[in-house]
C-alpha cells in the first residue's frame, strides 16, 4: 500500500492509500496525486478541474518520483509555464502514483477549505 506524504508550510501530512478502493474524485487521472489528495482531505488547487489545463496543480516531488507515472509531453508543456517550476516539479493531476511519494505543495498553489462553510480561499504568494 503506497505512502502518500503531502508537506504544506512545513508539515507532513501521511497517507497510506489503498488505490483500488480509492472513490475517484473525477478531478485529474485516477490514482493521480490530486485524486489522492482529494480522496485524503488535502486541498490543492485545480482550476481546469484536473484537465492539465492550467499549473495551479503544481507540486514539487521531493522524494519517490520513480514511483509516479512517466511525464508526458503535454504535462511537461503545461510545466513550462509553472511559476518557481524545479526538475522536481510535476502536476498533480496528471501524475498517478504506484508506490511511495512524498510533494510538497507549494504556498502559491494551496486552497484552504474553510471548516463548515465549504468556502475556499486561494493563498498566493
Ligand atoms: S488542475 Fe489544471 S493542470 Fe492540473
Excluded at 483500488?20 to 482531505?41: E, I, K, R
Excluded at 507549494?106 to 477549505?113: D, I, K, Q, S
Aim: with cysteine; proline share 5%; net charge negative.
Amino acid at each position: 500500500m503506497p505512502r502518500v506524504t503531502f508537506v504544506l508550510d512545513g508539515e507532513r501530512r501521511s497517507f497510506d492509500v489503498e488505490l483500488a478502493t480509492l472513490p475517484y474524485q473525477h478531478h485529474g487521472l485516477p490514482g493521480s496525486l490530486l485524486d489522492v489528495a482529494l480522496g485524503v482531505g488535502v486541498p490543492i488547487e485545480h482550476a481546469c478541474g484536473g484537465n492539465c489545463a492550467c499549473t495551479t496543480c503544481h507540486v514539487i516531488v521531493t522524494s519517490g518520483a520513480e514511483h509516479l507515472s512517466e511525464l508526458e509531453d503535454d504535462e511537461a508543456d503545461r510545466l513550462d509555464t509553472a511559476w518557481d517550476l524545479t526538475p522536481q516539479s510535476r502536476l498533480a493531476c496528471r501524475a498517478v502514483v504506484s508506490g511511495d511519494v512524498e510533494c510538497e505543495i507549494p504556498a502559491y498553489t494551496r486552497n484552504y477549505v474553510e471548516e463548515g462553510g465549504g468556502l475556499r480561499l486561494g493563498k498566493h504568494a
